[in-house]
């Protein structure tokens, strides 16, 4: 599962303009074989189907390396 969690809500920017985003969650796991287990698993695909709930706007999903 996962083994780190961060939530951002971030701010407008210096000029007060608008944040491009609203909202980033962050899930660390072990490595990618975790990542796929836990995102397959029934939990991860009820995440997954409770998006649309409360990211409204849509949401932008992408996964990565920690260097």
Request: charged share 15%; hydrophobic share 40%.
């Amino acid at each position: 599962g996962v083994v780190k969690a961060e939530y951002t809500k971030f701010l407008p920017g210096p000029d007060g303009s608008a944040p491009a985003y609203y909202r980033m969650a962050e899930l660390y796991f072990e490595g990618p074989a975790e990542m796929q287990q836990a995102l397959t698993s029934p939990e991860g695909q009820a995440m997954a189907a409770d998006l649309a709930n409360f990211a409204t706007g849509g949401a932008t999903i992408i996964f990565g390396t920690v260097e």
